[in-house]
């Protein structure tokens, strides 16, 4: 598997100001390599500035059942390279009531919790910000999905993994569609968002990149094919976020088919949210998770840790959870561009 890290990023150097004794850390919605190093960074950088951590399991669901664990040095040892999450995930549904969140925080508190980290995604964070907002309980969130299309911040825990996933799938699928003069359509993950596919389009070499932001005719699929034919393909790949509707993918084979195109369709799925992070995840999950600690002992909370030119920012989750990032459609155009 290719991977990279960046040696940029830093943890802030912020000044102490809360004199926190217990954090509490969940892992909420779906799951993203590279968590367990952000559940890891948090732990140990916790303990090492004199603080005690509990794990809730199964996110918001467990914090209302009261399943809370202390975490010790060792208890995170070994994790950094796994995927998935030792804490477990869930999605709370019950916890868009306020009364449920106030639950929640009398839990948090029966167990002596001063401040809580949410690993997550936008849904995560939008009951995080609420939390403390109605409750008063400080809490930071960490970006952790492999969609990569939070506002404010450029970079989350697990996309870079799910990319190279599906890259080294592509890299196999080419060698059939090659022995097969076939067409394939690649499915991955992002109902709404086109961030995974546009990065795999481009670093797999796919002739065409489909994502929810953009509409695409299946007569600019053809086109698109007919070009390389006329220059001497006999294959090609098309990559597909999977989209709002379950099918399309399908639907758009059976489409290319009629034009007299043998075509067959590959749907990743949840392959990419498991295994082993790259290095990239793990840097990014180790500094994200240490600076979610630092900010809530700085005094600052109610926020998302973030990636913002080369660095670590505090976003509010106000910004963070307004919508979603763009994406840019540069990628797509120049793709095109190369597989002309």
Known sequence: MKTRHDSSLSVPQLPVNRNFRTIAVLTSGGDAPGMNAAIRAVTRYAIAHGLEVLGVMKGYSGLLEGQMERLSASSVANIIQRGGTILKTDRCLPFHKKSVRREAANRLRSHGVDALVVIGGDGSFTGAHLLEKETGIPTIGVPGTIDNDITGSEDTIGFDTAVNTAIDAIDRIRDTASSHDRIFIVEVMGRSSGFIASEVGLGGGAETILVPEKKTTVAEVVRAIERGIRRGKTSSIIVMAEGEKPGLCT???????????????????????????????RVLASVLGASAVAYLLSGRSNGMVGVQGGRIRLVPFEDAVRGSRSLSLDHLDLSQTLAT
Do not use: N
């Open 251 to 281: 639907k758009l084979a059976q489409a290319i088919e009629k034009r007299g195109y043998p075509t067959k369709v590959c749907i990743l799925g949840h392959t990419q949210r498991g295994g082993s992070p790259t290095a990239h995840d």
